[in-house]
């Protein structure tokens, strides 16, 4: 497909690598001739300076041959104009991201009046985590599909849980409802079978309905209690977001913003919470307002090197649940092996959804992709496909279907009804089904088969 991104960022450019690497024609749009040098040489990208809601700059970047233009910008409302212009000069599909909180109530008039196909809001959805892994602690990250029956969970074993050396197929007399289809071993990660056993210090991740993976892990000694407090540093758009969902959940919120104008602002949007005025990266300051008894710590400063170190002295100094935020992300395979707790990605949660999209709409009308996350640092995918008819995969038995290496049928959500499924199991028309597969790409459900 034809994609032009408007706005050369860090979202922009993540995106960008993304779409390039499945095959899409991008054009980068972006009036700053400086962001655009800076473009890596290696991504296959027609570059373009100028104003995005420019008309001439639109055709000069082929608008009128566009399928979708994708505007994410700094400026909310830029995004929106360059939607609206693009809609009209082109017919295309338009996505805006919008960061505004003010927007966020009108989001679905903005669609519905200016004809936007979707708005991407990053930081609430970055908030939306924040608080589903504060709900469940003992997560590392938690994903969630069909409509939140179904939640894909990692997390590090312990070796208190008693599983260093079991098969996976003896997990049954632990629980049987649940499917790990994932193992991270150091560098190495496997997508297992019946007969791959497991090791202390193993990273897994499960799929499971909420009732199952909470019952699996108190089976193990895992906590599965939501935090009864949190102490947040820095008091920007995610904070805010998150603290009005933690707050809706009745935990106990405290920030810590070093700008009392802010501080002020945040006072009046959160009475319920407490707002600290203070400098979040003093050690005594952290102490005083209890980080020693916080049940979780979460670090979400504008600067990646701040977050990190924060998370590491919380790490030695408490026993919160640790929740970091980075933009920045040349240092994976080093923060990966750095004990800060659960790791946000605000642009790769932006990314996912707009490559759900853009996926959703190259499917035959078989079927559909409604839900795609990047896992396992961007080394695998998992794909909630919606079937609408007949196909080669359907009404067969699963062990007779030739599956494609390195892909797992994880779960069949049949009218809310959640099954793991097992060999006998057969996909049938109105199931959603999840997939997680190491193999990029999928774009329909029958192309989890082998050619």
């Not at 609408?388 to 809310?416: A, F, M, Y």
Request: negative net charge; charged residues 25%.
């Amino acid at each position: 497909m034809n994609i032009i991104i408007i706005g050369c960022g860090k979202v922009g450019l993540t995106l960008a690598e993304l779409l390039s690497a499945e095959h899409h024609n991008i054009v980068l749009v972006d009036d700053s001739s400086q962001k655009l040098q800076t473009i890596p040489e290696s991504l296959d990208a027609l570059r373009v300076q100028g104003n995005g809601a420019s008309i001439n700059t639109l055709m000069e970047a082929g608008v009128e041959n566009t399928d979708i233009l994708i505007s994410v910008t700094g400026s909310d409302e830029l995004n929106l104009l360059c939607c609206l212009i693009a809609k009209k000069a082109g017919k295309c599909h338009t996505i805006a991201r919008v960061r505004n909180p003010v927007y966020n109530k009108e989001i679905e008039f903005i669609k519905e009046k200016l004809g936007i196909s979707m708005v991407i809001n990053p930081e609430l959805t970055a908030a939306s985590e924040i608080s589903r892994l504060l709900r469940f602690p003992s997560a590392i990250k938690i994903d969630t599909f069909a409509k939140g029956r179904v939640e894909l969970l990692k997390f590090r074993i312990r070796p208190e849980f008693k599983l260093n050396e079991m098969p996976i197929h003896q997990l049954g007399r632990i629980h049987s409802n649940i499917l790990i289809c994932a193992v991270e071993r150091g560098n190495e990660i496997t997508i297992p079978d019946g007969n791959f056993v497991l090791r202390d210090n193993d990273v897994l991740s499960i799929v499971a309905s909420p009732k199952n993976a909470a019952e699996f892990f108190r089976n193990i000694g895992l906590k599965t209690n939501q935090v009864r407090n949190t102490l947040i540093v820095g008091g920007g758009k995610i904070s805010y977001y998150t603290a009005r969902f933690l707050l809706e959940m009745k935990i106990d919120v405290r920030i810590v913003e070093i700008s009392r104008e802010r501080c002020e602002e945040l006072s009046e949007l959160l009475p319920e919470a407490t707002i600290i005025c203070g400098d979040g990266t003093d050690k005594q300051l952290l102490l005083e307002e209890g980080l020693a008894e916080a049940q979780s710590f979460v670090t979400l400063t504008s600067l990646d090197e701040e977050n990190i170190l924060l998370s590491l002295f919380a790490q030695a100094n408490s026993n919160a649940k640790l929740v970091t935020k980075v933009n920045k992300i040349a240092f994976t395979d080093i923060i990966n092996n750095l004990d800060i707790g659960s790791v946000i990605y605000p642009k790769y949660l932006t990314a996912d959804y707009i490559l759900q999209y853009v996926r959703a709409m190259q499917n035959s009308i078989g079927s559909n992709v409604e839900t795609l996350y990047q896992i396992l640092d961007n080394r695998a995918e998992a794909l909630e496909f919606a079937i609408h008819e007949k196909s080669s995969v359907t009404d067969i038995p699963l062990s007779e279907l030739k599956l494609k290496k390195n892909l797992l049928i994880g779960c069949i959500n049949r009218h809310g009804r959640i099954r793991i499924p097992r060999g006998q199991d057969s996909i049938q028309v109105g199931d959603t089904v999840i997939i997680v597969t190491t193999q990029k790409g999928l774009n329909d459900i029958q192309d989890i088969l082998r050619k």
